[in-house]
C-alpha cells in the first residue's frame, strides 16, 4: 500500500468542511479567496471537486470518493490518490479543513 492509500484509510470518515472567505465563477476558472485574503484559482478537476464540496458541506471523504467514483471512469487507486493530493493542497492554501464527524 502506498502512502497516500494509507492516509486515505485514516481520512475516509473524516468530513471536509470548506474553510474560505468567498468564491466565483470566471469562465472556466473557480476563484476562491481565503481568510488571509490570498487567491486561488481553479481549473477542470479541481473546480469541480470545490464545487461539489462547497454543495454539500460536511461529506465524509469516502462519500466524496464514491461520487466521483460512480461518476467518472477512473482507476479506483488513482482517484483516492488525487483526493488526498486535493484535499492535502486545499488545506495548505486554507481552503478545506477536515473534522471528525
Known amino acids: 500500500m502506498n502512502y497516500k492509500l494509507s492516509v486515505?484509510?485514516?481520512y475516509k470518515d473524516l468530513s471536509i468542511k470548506i474553510f474560505f472567505r468567498?468564491?466565483?465563477?470566471?469562465?472556466?476558472?473557480?476563484?476562491i479567496m481565503n481568510e488571509r485574503l490570498e487567491m486561488?484559482?481553479?481549473?477542470?478537476?479541481?473546480?469541480?471537486?470545490?464545487?461539489?464540496?462547497?454543495?454539500?458541506?460536511?461529506?465524509?471523504?469516502?462519500t466524496f470518493f464514491e461520487n466521483f467514483f460512480n461518476e467518472y471512469?477512473?482507476?479506483?487507486?488513482?482517484l483516492k490518490n488525487d483526493i488526498i493530493d486535493f484535499i492535502k493542497?486545499?488545506?495548505?492554501?486554507?481552503?478545506?479543513l477536515l473534522e471528525v464527524s
Open 73 to 78: 471512469e477512473i482507476d479506483e487507486i488513482t
Open 22 to 31: 468567498k468564491s466565483r465563477v470566471d469562465g472556466d476558472f473557480l476563484i
Open 40 to 62: 486561488v484559482y481553479l481549473t477542470s478537476m479541481a473546480k469541480e471537486m470545490m464545487t461539489y464540496i462547497s454543495d454539500n458541506n460536511g461529506i465524509k471523504v469516502n
Open 8 to 10: 486515505y484509510d485514516k
Open 89 to 96: 493542497d486545499m488545506q495548505r492554501k486554507d481552503m478545506l
